[in-house]
């Protein structure tokens, strides 16, 4: 049987002190600061300004998407011509958020649209035959797609029949061959000069709608002065880019920075209904955007219908807001429900197998699940075991997928490699979707792992903290924590900054709510308060500890205090590669 992973491999990761040097004179800052940008893959003196500053200014041009100029140039046709427009988008975060900002924008600019949402469980990800011909039966001239479409090639050949032409706008991998289509914008595919590929869907719709403004300003549809404010969107840009974890890097940092202030403001009435019924107040963060706000604003996509949250976004009445999220709130909590029980499932199926030790994935399916939370389940068993992981709802024969990988293993590839087996797939490095039929469900499971084996190490099978420093104990300073909120906003691709503290000797233990570790340390003469959350058992007994840790602010009874948030601790003298 496979146990869940409790060991973490502690890596120090390598800086050229050359680099280190160069940076550290061209930008006036500390070589602590310089490694840490260094480790984040900015080396040299212009990449750190953008990154520090992160200005609206240093948006990359919309016009460098490969199709750009073709997308724009057909909107403005159907605007003249007061063609109506769907944007088609998808179910999850990124997908809904993208549909609400494109359709708040065509409004505004005086294009007539309405968008199309496919119902999970009947229509499936992406552009589906019924979804399209409904659509052209409502009266839209020209699809828009959102966070959907690159790999619809026959369904891109109906459009065609039903005379309906078709923009797409994606961020998922490519195929081999593209879609039929006025224009296709995507910056993987070949050909793209957007030097930027980590986009979220939402992010290539904000630079639609940037460059459908631009060309919309020259030609005089605003002399009025009635210019729409793209800084009031960036609140959907930055909800979508938080909830499909893509890389906090280049532009997503600068949509994730202004967007949260956006987000903070709340100007929407949807936006202020989502955070009353999470519980989420003052400053919103990255965290309270990925725990708390998107996986509400996705709930209803993953049960039933994703166009709840499309509406939310778009309703301008409090009241109705108000209602709206209830009702999301509510369809959070089934989730969850539904959640734990599929994970005690998995959960059981991984421990009752005798053969899952021997193997690099988990691929598991069952006809009790349901598809729309198999993916968040999938994500849990990748935290657990850490191993590529796929899981599988069973209907009728046919089964929907849903998977979430590790560092070193591109799903995307994978899944490319056991296409013989697949009905369709999809998706990137991460995470992905497929359709398969049962009846090839045990040679896809061999195959799979048959990749996974041929790709993935011993070491790569056990997760890895990537240091950033060592510090010694007089390095642990207010002005450091200073330092590190220069690098906010934190998140995927752009981590917390991680330091580890070596033969600190612990004076104080204390266990809180029966699985907290609270400590304090001392080390050189001065002292700190550490806590690491679900780390109780792994400071049982231990006197003399090396520790990897983040630096927060603890505010207590109007105290403020600087406090190591312990994401791992050892015995002192193991090594640290």
């Not at 979804?131 to 459009?159: F, I, M, P, Q």
């Not at 005089?220 to 890097?249: I, K, M, Q, S």
């Not at 987000?263 to 936006?271: D, E, M, N, Q, S």
């Amino acid at each position: 049987m496979l146990e869940p992973v409790t060991e973490r491999r502690w890596v120090v990761r390598e800086c050229n002190p050359d680099v280190q040097e160069r940076l550290r004179r061209a930008r006036d800052i500390s070589p602590l600061l310089a490694r840490i940008l260094i480790n984040r893959g900015v080396t040299d003196g212009p990449t750190a300004e953008r990154f520090l500053s992160s200005a609206l200014a240093d948006l990359r041009p919309p016009f460098l998407l490969k199709g750009m100029e073709e997308a724009v140039t057909r909107l403005c046709v159907a605007r003249e011509r007061e063609e109506t427009v769907c944007v088609h988008g998808d179910y999850d975060v990124d997908g809904v958020t993208a549909t609400a900002l494109l359709v708040s924008f065509f409004r505004a600019v005086g294009i007539r649209c309405f968008y199309h949402i496919p119902l999970r469980l009947e229509e499936g990800y992406g552009l589906s035959c019924d979804g399209l011909r409904k659509v052209a039966s409502e009266g839209a001239r020209l699809v828009v797609t959102v966070d959907c479409g690159v790999s619809a090639v026959a369904e891109a050949e109906l459009c065609a029949e039903l005379g309906l032409d078709l923009i797409i706008t994606d961020h998922h991998t490519p195929g081999a061959e593209l879609p039929r289509a006025c224009a296709v914008i995507n910056p993987h595919q070949s050909g793209c000069s957007y030097p930027f590929k980590g986009l979220a869907g939402v992010g290539v719709a904000f630079n639609l709608m940037v460059a459908l403004r631009s060309r919309l300003r020259e030609l005089g549809v605003f002399a009025a002065g009635d210019v729409p404010n793209l800084r009031e969107y960036l609140d959907l840009v930055a909800l979508g880019t938080v909830a499909d974890v893509v890389p906090l890097a280049d532009d997503n940092r600068i949509f994730v920075k202004y967007g949260l202030r956006e987000l903070t403001a709340a100007a929407r009435p949807g936006i202020r209904a989502l955070k009353d019924v999470a519980g989420v107040s003052g400053e919103v963060g990255y965290g309270a955007v990925g725990f708390r706000l998107a996986p509400r604003l996705n709930a209803a996509g993953r049960l039933e219908d994703a166009a709840l949250g499309v509406e939310l976004l778009l309703e301008r009445d409090s009241a109705r807001a108000a209602a709206m999220a209830q009702e999301l709130d509510a369809s959070n909590a089934e989730r969850q429900a539904i959640e734990r029980q599929i994970l005690a499932d998995a959960v059981a199926c991984v421990g009752g197998d005798l053969g899952m030790a021997g193997r690099k994935s988990i691929v598991l399916a069952s006809d009790d699940w349901h598809p729309g939370v198999i993916g968040i389940v999938a994500s849990r068993l990748v935290d657990l075991y850490h191993r590529p992981t796929v899981l599988i709802a069973i209907q009728q024969g046919c089964g929907r997928g849903s998977g979430r990988s590790i560092p070193g293993f591109h799903l995307y590839d994978a899944l490319a490699a056991c296409s013989a087996h697949l009905e369709k797939f999809g998706g990137h490095r991460y995470a992905a979707g497929l359709s398969i039929d049962e009846e090839t469900l045990a040679a896809f499971v061999d195959r799979f792992d048959e990749v996974a084996a041929g790709t993935l190490s011993v070491d790569d099978l056990t997760p890895l903290l990537a240091v950033d420093a060592e510090l010694a104990p007089e390095q642990i300073t207010p002005e450091l924590l200073d330092m590190v909120s220069l690098l906010e906003p934190f998140g995927a691709g752009n981590p917390e900054p991680l330091f580890v503290l070596r033969r600190a000797a612990v004076v104080d233990r204390r266990v809180l709510k029966g699985e907290h570790l609270k400590l304090r340390l001392e080390v050189g003469g001065l002292h700190f308060d550490a806590i690491g959350f679900g780390l109780a058992e792994k400071g049982a007994g231990v006197g003399v500890v090396d520790v990897a840790f983040t630096l927060r602010w603890n505010e207590w009874n109007g105290r403020r205090s600087l406090q190591l948030n312990l994401k791992d601790l050892k015995p002192a003298g193991q090594e640290v590669r």
